[in-house]
């Protein structure tokens, strides 16, 4: 392909570790740990992200003409839509329903996180841009004969530059904290009203009750004894849900090592014994709820864990926001507003994208309004004072 200044080469490949970690954060930055080179060869080298779990990597790099890489997108080949949680089920049920073949197609996505951010990562400087790149991927996919590419979480600008280039919008919402410069975790209830001040503090009184002892641990304080009981937890959780366990034990041993002080574990104990936890990391601005999991059923623990140990960690670091994962309407009377996410989708058949972009222009509106409806469910008080 050609760029405006410079012709640029796009290649594919199978492991990230075929791709210097120096390039790949060269482009990616430091803002979010998703998108390092760390986190996504963890993902591939413990197993969690590879054949097995039906996530093929396909990474895409551009480079410029001197062969330097200016761009990157951690991209999958998938026969499936799961651990995406950006439904198209229905999308390749239609389309094979009339004969067409739907999978494999290609996921510009991090495998199970759905966590926004940037999925375009193009090195500072370089002289491209998110259509650019996108019509990169058009034309990998049109060479490939595969039905489809998906950029998922990706920014609002990403998003902008993509449609430029022939994708389809998708909006979907998740519920985030934002931090307005408080000084403490009693600072925030007040901003609250008093009716969901009094709930909340109900809820940390009682999660306790159980004569629990909470703890956070960071990077190598993380030791295997509390992995063994984490992934025991995961894995639990995980068979309660009827899912599939895409995380190997080795993937948090990894994350520890490659991750150090961006991996955030909250912990609790019982007489010493660790009985529920919740794992995030840590990005530049933002800390990132992931997973969760307990040995037994404990009142509001999984709300302190999750919610109000994440919000203190935030203010004590001021980090502005967390996000706490997807789905969640609960979320909202703990203090985590509706936010939207955004994708992008491009499709090789004429008839189904333009079946897919009906419905996704009655979808849109749909989700703006659930979202404004929502936002009326919010915690806050009103006036900004105090009662």
Same mark, same amino acid.
């Given at each position: 392909?050609? #760029? ?37 060869s963890a993902l ?10 039906? *996530?093929?990597?396909?990474? %895409? ?6 062969? &330097?890489?200016?761009?990157?997108? =951690? !991209? ?56 650019? @790149? ?37 909006? #979907?919402?998740?519920?985030? *904290? ?9 600072? @925030? ?15 940390? $009184?009682?999660?306790? &009750? ?9 990077? +190598? ?6 992995w063994d009981a ?14 599939? %366990? ?19 574990? !909250? ?6 014994? =660790? ?6 990391? !840590? ?15 404990? $009142? @509001?623990?999984? @709300? ?5 140990? +994440?919000?203190?960690?935030?203010i004590a670091h ?43 222009? $009655? ?7 659930? !979202? ?6 919010? =915690? ?8």
């Amino acid at each position: 392909m050609d #760029g405006d200044t410079a012709p640029l080469s796009l290649s594919l490949h199978p492991a990230i570790n075929e791709i210097a970690a120096a390039d790949w954060d060269g482009c990616a930055g430091d803002a979010n740990p998703f998108v390092s080179h760390a986190f996504l060869s963890a993902l591939e080298d413990s197993g969690s992200a590879g054949a097995r779990t039906g *996530w093929l990597p396909r990474h %895409a790099v551009l480079r410029d003409g001197a062969g &330097a890489v200016v761009a990157v997108a =951690p !991209m999958y080949a998938k026969s499936h839509s799961y651990g995406e949680y950006v439904f198209d089920h229905g999308w390749a049920q239609a389309f094979e329903r009339a004969g067409g073949q739907y999978y494999p197609k290609l996921q510009v996505a991090v495998p199970f996180s759905p966590v926004p951010g940037p999925r375009l990562l193009i090195r500072a400087g370089a002289e491209i841009d998110a259509e650019t @790149f996108g019509r990169a991927l058009i034309d990998c996919c049109r060479q490939l004969d595969l039905s489809s590419v998906h950029v998922t979480f990706c920014s609002q600008p990403e998003q902008e530059g993509l449609v430029r280039a022939g994708f389809l919008a998708r909006l #979907g919402k998740q519920f985030h *904290w934002h931090n307005q410069g408080y000084r403490d975790f009693e600072d @925030f209830l007040a901003a609250l009203s008093s009716r969901k001040r009094k709930s909340i503090r109900r809820e940390r $009184r009682d999660a306790l &009750a159980a004569g629990l002892d909470l703890r956070t641990l960071r990077g +190598a304080a993380i030791t295997a004894r509390h992995w063994d009981a984490f992934y025991g937890f995961y894995t639990d959780t995980i068979d309660r849900k009827w899912g599939s %366990a895409y995380l190997t034990r080795g993937f948090f041993d990894l994350l520890s090592q490659r991750l150090g002080e961006r991996v955030v574990l !909250m912990l609790a104990e019982r007489d010493g014994e =660790p009985v529920a936890a919740a794992l995030n990391l !840590m990005g530049e601005d933002a800390l990132y709820g992931r997973n969760w999991g307990s040995s037994g059923e404990y $009142r @509001f623990l999984h @709300f302190e864990l999750c919610y109000y140990q +994440a919000i203190e960690f935030a203010i004590a670091h001021g980090l502005a926001r967390v996000e706490a994962g997807a789905q969640g309407e609960h979320k909202i009377q703990r203090g985590y507003l509706p936010a939207v996410t955004h994708s992008a989708h491009w499709i090789a058949h004429r008839g189904l994208r333009e079946a897919v972009a009906g419905f996704l222009d $009655r979808e849109r509106p749909a989700v703006l309004a659930e !979202m404004e409806e929502l936002a009326g469910l919010s =915690p806050f008080r009103r006036d900004g004072g105090q009662d």
